[in-house]
């Protein structure tokens, strides 16, 4: 199949790891944390952070009820900016998992096709729907859309992130 390079698991020479691994930085690989057990809480770099990276401004507290997702092959061309903790359970005062180790969770890196345009990407294990209710996990998100839009002006702590209509994730 001319698509069976894009997949999680191709072995199509130079595209090994398919779409997630040669454009994104990782593919799937598996749950660190045990799923529907265990939480995530975001540990955020502090030195990007205090270098005012864009996606993080206004990003204070990540704790999402999914799991820790497991990130073995991450480039060292990657620049990580949320490490994820498992939590001891599932609401957002679970305490850290300190037997697990921590997961990059959240990064940035360049790609190009062929030798083609340099672009960028945000790589993130976050997202799922329920993860939307955090609001700074909205925030991320909003703020990583402007970054990758060349726009970083226009984030600011005060960029509203919240929830239009009726939003009921499963």
Known sequence: SPYAKWTW????????????????????VAHHGI????GTRALIDGVDRDADHPILRGVDDIWVP???????NLPSAANVLLYGQSTAGMTPE???MWDKSIMP??????????????????GSTLGSSIDFQVEDMRRLIVNASFWLLDMPEVITPELSVEIVGNYEPT
């Open 94 to 96: 679970a305490p850290l």
């Open 35 to 38: 799923h529907k057990s265990e």
């Open 105 to 122: 969770i959240t990064w940035t890196k360049d790609y190009s096709l062929n030798g083609g345009k340099t672009g960028k990407v945000l």
């Open 9 to 28: 698991n191709s072995k199509v020479a130079g595209w090994e790891g398919g779409f997630g691994q040669q454009i994104v930085g990782e593919t799937w």
């Open 66 to 72: 999914t799991d820790v997702y497991s990130v073995k």
